[in-house]
């Protein structure tokens, strides 16, 4: 009886052993991997462009690299709400040494509704790509958030429900081990019409870096005109790098002078770089032609400005 005792205890204590090994092993596999990557911090390192076209096409950036004799290591874009992340053009962009940078636009989504969780399912699946690509990824999120033009923004979602927001998207990335991001919390710079910076603000736990638009539009335009009061703002809510994240200067405010100014500014408000808007438009003083390629004295100053920094590479 004894030894049946015996023998039924140690099947018992084995049967339990299987179970934990395999309850720890459902656990583990459950949990997600974790893609990790940084970048450098340092300042007056980053050239960003926007191209129409790219992505998915890469001629455009070899047309500006052409343009500048330097190759960006930012290329930025803009993602439709529902869109996938460019999983292929960001490889793309990786073989040449060039970080992919994703503005997030939810101007067919609810605001309300991604911070109340409706669309994670979304969320998640970005989150996944994200995570497999394993590189570095700069995102944002409703760019310009601070200014009443988009849907998300002020004067149209109220400033605690867009943060709410932001910061569930970045938690729904952490639970995917989506720790490959930087967070850029872009705002529009500070001028007449735009709402209070610090209401946007969701907190240095959920943001990595500060982006700050701004471009020059007429020549009375200086570096601290257009940025300085911003930045200043800034300061007093987080010590984050602060990158130029969309900027350029007009034909009218005269390109050849201020991008030197632009350029001198960056440098001496210590921010991380810029991120040209190279594209035309044609629509009044607020939509000009941004592009330096048709341009030789345009062309010249950015050649000169770019020469003082030191472009990192991921």
Do not use: C
């Amino acid at each position: 009886m004894r030894s049946r005792l015996v023998t039924l205890l140690a099947v018992l204590i084995a049967v339990a052993g299987v179970t934990l090994t395999a309850v720890r092993l459902v656990a583990k596999t459950n949990t997600p991997a974790v893609a990790h990557a940084s970048l450098s911090p340092s300042l007056a390192s980053y050239l960003g462009v926007y191209e129409e076209g790219s992505p998915p096409d890469l001629a455009p950036i070899g047309d500006f690299t052409r343009t500048v004799s330097r190759e960006p290591n930012l290329v930025g874009y803009f993602s439709g709400w529902a869109q996938p992340f460019a999983s292929g053009f960001a490889e793309k962009l990786r073989a040449h040494g060039i970080i992919p940078f994703v503005q997030v636009d939810p101007t067919y989504a609810s605001v309300p509704a991604v911070a109340a969780g409706q669309y994670d399912t979304y969320l998640r699946s970005y989150a996944l790509s994200v995570r497999n690509f394993g590189h570095a990824v700069v995102i944002g999120f409703g760019h310009e958030m601070n200014a009443p033009w988009y849907s998300w923004g002020y004067r149209h979602v109220r400033a605690a429900v867009f943060v709410a927001a932001w910061r569930h998207i970045v938690n729904v990335f952490h639970g995917e081990g989506a720790d490959n991001v930087t967070w850029l919390w872009t705002i529009n710079q500070d001028r007449p019409g735009t709402g209070p910076i610090a209401s946007w603000w969701p907190g240095a736990k959920y943001v990595t870096w500060v982006g700050i638009d701004g471009y020059y539009f007429r020549p009375s335009d200086t570096f601290a005109s257009v940025f300085g009061s911003t930045i200043r703002q800034v300061r007093t809510l987080t010590g984050k790098p602060i990158l130029l994240s969309e900027t350029a200067v007009g034909p009218r405010a005269g390109q050849f002078t201020k991008i030197s100014d632009l350029f001198s500014g960056m440098r001496q408000y210590r921010t991380l770089g810029l991120v040209w808007f190279d594209k035309v438009q044609n629509d009044g003083i607020y939509h000009q032609d941004w592009r330096i390629e048709n341009d030789p004295q345009a062309d010249a100053a950015f050649r000169l400005g770019l020469s003082e920094l030191n472009l990192v590479r991921p």
